[in-house]
C-alpha cells in the first residue's frame, strides 16, 4: 500500500433472479469480479454484502428485503462514512423500475 492511501469501507449489492429450475450461481460470480475491482479501485475493506435473489419486476410480489434495507441504510447514513463503496457488478441489476435505481442513486450521492 502506497504512503497515504486511505483504505476505504466497501459493501456489494448481489443481485440476480431466480425462476423455476435456476439457481443463483452469479451472485458467486459477480463477487469474485467485484473482489478483482480493488485491485483497480481500492484498497478497501469488506462489509456484509447486501443480497437480493429474485424478481426486480414492477410485476414481482416478492419485497425485495435487501434492496429496501440497502436504500434505509443509505437514506438514513447507517450504511456507513462519506466515502465508503457501493460495489455493484452491473448497475442494471439495481431494480428494473428505473424510479427505484434513480432513487438509490440518488441516495447513495447525497451520502
Do not use: C
Not at 3 to 17: D, P, Q
Not at 21 to 37: M, V, Y
Not at 77 to 97: C, I, K, M, N, T
Amino acid at each position: 500500500m502506497a504512503k497515504g492511501t486511505v483504505t476505504r469501507a466497501a459493501r456489494e449489492f448481489l443481485r440476480v433472479s431466480k425462476g423455476k429450475g435456476k439457481t443463483a450461481r452469479s451472485i458467486t460470480d459477480q463477487h469474485r469480479d467485484n473482489i478483482a475491482t480493488e485491485a483497480d479501485h481500492g484498497p478497501w475493506t469488506w462489509g456484509e454484502p447486501y443480497r437480493d435473489t429474485g424478481s426486480a419486476s414492477k410485476f414481482a410480489t416478492k419485497v425485495r428485503d435487501d434492496f429496501e434495507k440497502l436504500l434505509a441504510d443509505l437514506t438514513s447514513g447507517a450504511f456507513g462514512e462519506p466515502g465508503d463503496v457501493l460495489v455493484l457488478w452491473l448497475v442494471s441489476r439495481l431494480a428494473r423500475e428505473t424510479g427505484r435505481g434513480v432513487a438509490l442513486v440518488d441516495a447513495a450521492e447525497a451520502g
